[in-house]
């Protein structure tokens, strides 16, 4: 049984650090999101364990982390499920040209440079039991993400998100992440189901099979769930049970797939019907709770985890500065080039590839899958949760520098995207807390 | 085809399918590239409880119930835990299948294994079982007439579960 007085201490003081540094950031400008995630790390062995160790074994026993990890997971599931529901399979299809070759080359660069650090890296911090396509796979998909929702909630923030970079950025951010999620699926089965190429088909012939059934089976439910809404103008407490069921059902059927809970509860989200009251229904009954009370629990888990007291000495700094400077050079570098070559004006792409460069938490998620699994060691764990809080620290700034509002505001277009509606729909009443 | 169609298609092949079939290549000279030997997890210690007790720290090791050692390794680099042990931290270096590893008490340590009394730890990871079976000598450079100890460990749980080939 868990130590409840423990847990709920553990709960108070990770709310509280989470809110306060989340204020704090506001104030300069920044997403509570790049707040959140900083106390993270501010209560983890890089700087509470390590200014008082003993406080901190006495907040955070090793015993007890296990029940905070679960909650904390809870809270990701059905985050991964909400950022599913923002996402619009249909608005994907129908991209501009500018569109598809900005998503696609802010996937191909940053995973193609990842992959050649990779080379210089997997001797340095991996070690024999990680293949190195495993290796160089994993860093080149946790290089290429994009996170959906801080794009989302800057975008509001900046009144950008009826601009054309605004609806771009957003459309990409989408492509990005529904194929960085394929793509870690496919590392991770790679992983599971090592030595017994059997079992990566039977896995891969489940994983078709479950996303068939969700398409053609599950989201006929859903969209009876959708009709009940427009009928009535809401949903009953026992259909919302029903539909926070079917999400848990989804989780539980990717992680007995031998893929991860998250894969399913993204799935689940991403076949719901997208018309934006439906989905800003929905949102309101789930976000609050899983936005104030959940994820800085995973934040607080992720910063208990990254230990940048293992970045010894300065050849450990130098790969964390390379990691950095690769993973910028790559989705700013590769988007900017790509949007300027699709006709937009060199800052306007700088913009869109300042945007793209936003990892937060959505990389989070994907280090800690790979932690679990080992592919990455805790060094370079440590390495990338520092890349994604830089990535995303730097861009509100550096967006603010590149692209002025004088810039932005002769290119405001009349209608945003479906994406863009449910982007911002996804976040407005969140708070500015939304991650 | 218009001149915009044709520009993007180019701008595509160059920028998406050229550095695609760059990624192939990179992953084939991947294979060729070798990591650091596996020491990552935890270890059962096999070693004389006389001897170790008249070492710095001794007697709080001999005390652990079930000896074991965690070594969380980042590559070339590991530190090293003893879990219901004394408070060391244990950071060190791996060079070939060798380890090399100074435990140091920490500040709260109590008197049984107080600050000053660090220990080395040198060792070596036979390669030929799989990595499993780690062989070395524990001494204290701060006692001079202290002796260094032998042990040998043996790995609880192969890393099945990770990345493999």
């Not at chain 1, 790049?34 to 790390?41: K, Q, R, S, Y």
């Not at chain 1, 299809?93 to 050649?116: C, D, M």
């Not at chain 1, 790979?370 to 060094?379: E, F, Q, T």
Request: net charge positive; with cysteine.
């Amino acid at each position: 049984m868990p130590n409840l007085f423990t847990l709920v201490l553990q709960i108070t003081v990770i709310l509280a650090v989470c809110r306060l540094t989340g204020s704090l950031f506001r104030k300069f400008h920044q997403p509570r999101v790049v707040g959140e995630m900083f106390a993270g790390i501010m209560l983890g062995p890089s700087l509470l364990g390590w200014i008082s160790p003993q406080f901190s074994a006495y907040l955070f026993p090793p015993a007890s982390l296990g029940f905070l990890n679960a909650l904390s997971q809870v809270g990701v599931v059905i985050f991964m499920f909400l950022v599913g529901l923002g996402i619009n399979p249909k608005e994907l299809k129908h991209q501009s040209h500018a569109a598809v070759l900005v998503s696609h080359v802010s996937i191909t660069a940053p995973f193609v440079l990842a992959s050649l650090l990779a080379l210089y890296l997997y001797p340095r911090v991996s070690d024999a039991s990680v293949s190195f396509t495993n290796f160089a796979l994993f860093m080149g998909a946790a290089m290429s993400i994009t996170a959906f929702p801080v794009l989302a909630r800057i975008l509001i923030e900046g009144e950008m998100m009826q601009t054309r970079l605004g609806t771009v950025a957003i459309a990409c951010a989408a492509v990005d992440d529904v194929t960085g999620w394929c793509i870690l699926a496919y590392i991770v089965v790679l992983i599971r189901a090592a030595h017994d190429t059997a079992s990566i088909w039977i896995t891969l012939g489940g994983i078709l099979l479950f996303v068939v059934i969700m398409i053609y089976g599950v989201r006929f439910l859903l969209q009876g769930l959708e009709r009940t809404f427009q009928r009535y103008g809401e949903i009953s407490e026992n259909r919302m049970a029903f539909l926070l069921l079917l999400a848990l059902a989804s989780a539980l059927c990717t992680e007995r797939l031998g893929i991860h809970l998250l894969f399913g509860s993204f799935l689940m989200g991403a076949i719901m019907p997208k018309e934006p009251k439906f989905v800003r229904y929905i949102l309101d009954r789930f976000e609050t709770i899983t936005i104030t009370l959940l994820l800085p629990l995973f934040f607080a888990f992720t910063g208990l985890r990254t230990n940048v007291g293992l970045l010894k000495g300065p050849t450990m700094w130098f790969y964390c500065g390379l990691i950095i400077l690769v993973a910028t050079g790559g989705k700013l570098g590769g988007s900017t080039i790509a949007g300027w070559l699709s006709g937009m004006p060199l800052r306007e792409a700088a913009g869109l590839g300042t945007l793209m460069n936003t990892r937060g938490l959505m990389e989070l998620v994907i280090l800690n899958i790979g932690l679990d699994i080992k592919v990455i060691s805790p060094a370079l764990f440590s390495m990338m949760v520092l890349m994604a809080l830089f990535t995303t620290f730097m861009t509100t700034p550096l967006l603010d520098y590149i692209c002025p509002d004088r810039i932005l505001r002769p290119e405001l277009t009349k209608i945003p995207s479906q994406d863009a509606q449910l982007a911002g729909s996804m976040m407005k009443s969140t708070g500015g807390s939304a991650a | 085809m218009s001149a915009s169609n044709r520009k993007f298609v180019l701008a595509y092949l160059l920028l998406v399918i050229l550095p695609l079939i760059g990624l192939v290549g990179i992953l084939r000279a991947g294979r060729t590239v070798t990591a650091p030997v596996s020491i990552d997890g935890l270890w059962s210690l096999r070693v004389d409880s006389a001897q170790i007790d008249s070492l710095p720290c001794g007697k709080a090791l001999a005390a652990i119930p079930d000896k074991t050692m965690a070594i969380m390794q980042s590559g070339k680099t590991f530190v090293v835990t003893i879990p219901g042990g004394p408070n060391l931290t244990a950071a060190g270096t791996l060079e070939g299948t060798t380890l090399r590893a100074a435990l140091v008490p920490a500040r709260e340590s109590r008197e049984s294994c107080a600050v000053g009394s660090e220990l080395s730890l040198l060792a070596s990871v036979d390669r030929r079982v799989d990595s499993n079976v780690l062989t070395g000598t524990l001494s204290a450079p701060n006692c001079q007439s202290c002796a260094s100890v032998g042990f040998q460990a043996e790995r609880q749980a192969p890393p099945t579960s990770k990345g493999g080939h």
